[in-house]
């Protein structure tokens, strides 16, 4: 795997989800991987140009491993819902750690000047709370039935994930205007080829 480092952010947002933008941080797996999350710092860029926080957040070395962590475990069971295999335990008892983290922080009814006041959730919004939003986003995305729109991208040497939300089910790229059009331009460049050589 190689290291972008922080100069290189190469944020994509094509997942559809928060979760998928998020497991995305590790880009082109089918060629050993490219981690766009190597420093502390890139995480916190990260929220920030997510839109998951107004600034870039503290985080530390040991959220940073739990943040890859939990990237990974989200990516393991979306690959083997993707491929049609059984939903790893690992996977379920990464999220389920994070989704306790984040049912502390459970909805309330608050007074501000003796009038109440819906908090639908009180996750905190720092990188610590970013973590669980995405747990949350994930256990969603994999545990109802929109799993069954979750796609790896056929693009040669991408591998991005995301929610197919075509009519037909049947998107086969991350995103029409990269990958697409690159698979497009290359199927009829191999049609000319051919047609030249007749």
Known sequence: MTDAGAELRD???YGGRPSLDFVNTLRDRFAGGRELLVHAEDLATWCQASGATAAP????DALLHQARELREAIDTGLSAIVRGTAFPAEAADVLNVWL???AQ??????????TPVFRPSTVPDDAHGVLCRIALDAAEVLGSDLRQRLRICD???CSARFIDHSAGGRRRWCSMSA???RAKANRHRRASVTTAVK
Do not use: F, K, Q
């Not at 957040?57 to 530390?60: A, E, F, G, K, N």
């Not at 922080?105 to 003796?114: I, K, N």
């Open 179 to 181: 990958c697409g059009n």
């Open 155 to 157: 693009g040669v040497g």
């Open 105 to 114: 922080h459970a909805p309330r009814l608050e007074l501000t000047d003796g």
């Open 11 to 13: 944020w994509v947002w």
């Open 100 to 102: 306790t983290r984040a």
């Open 57 to 60: 957040p503290s985080v530390d």
